[in-house]
């Protein structure tokens, strides 16, 4: 499954791309992340806690930052297996900031693989899933930057 989209951050491009990646503000723009742990400054490990359909999850994920170009891209390279479940999610998010006159432009691409239980839940709950976190993501990051503007 392949996702793409763009929001607006109210910031500078390089504010934007040093929050994007600091991971403990990252993992705070996304509903479920718990346990999340620095290995190195380009791999992590979380737990992902989420329900999709009426069946709860909890991912054991990998992260690592495979290409990073200040402040204009980032590319990540994620793996994940269900706790005490069959299967597998890996995916690959590509993040290009650009300056507007509103702020930055965050335009992302994610290509997302899911095999086992996952891939039996079928693709339009998933995109659907994927979706609301999608709007969570945006809706959590537009807020944390609308904050910290309004705190200066």
Avoid: W
């Amino acid at each position: 499954m392949k996702f793409t989209g763009s929001i607006t951050v109210p910031a500078p491009r390089a504010a934007v791309f040093d929050k994007l990646n600091d991971p403990q503000f990252f993992a705070s723009c996304v509903q479920g992340v718990e346990d999340l742990e620095e290995i190195d400054p380009t791999h992590y490990k979380a737990v992902l806690a989420t329900k999709i359909a009426f069946i709860r999850f909890r991912f054991d994920i990998s992260v690592e930052i495979i290409e990073q170009v200040r402040p204009e891209r980032v590319v990540a390279k994620s793996e994940g297996k269900p706790i005490g479940s069959a299967g597998r999610l890996s995916s690959t998010s590509s993040v290009i900031l650009s300056e507007t006159s509103d702020g930055t432009e965050v335009a992302y691409e994610i290509d997302m693989v899911m095999a086992g239980k996952l891939g039996s839940i079928g693709q339009p709950v998933l995109k659907s899933k994927a979706r609301e976190m999608e709007k969570e993501f945006a809706a959590n990051l537009i807020t944390a930057f609308t904050h910290e503007e309004a705190a200066t």
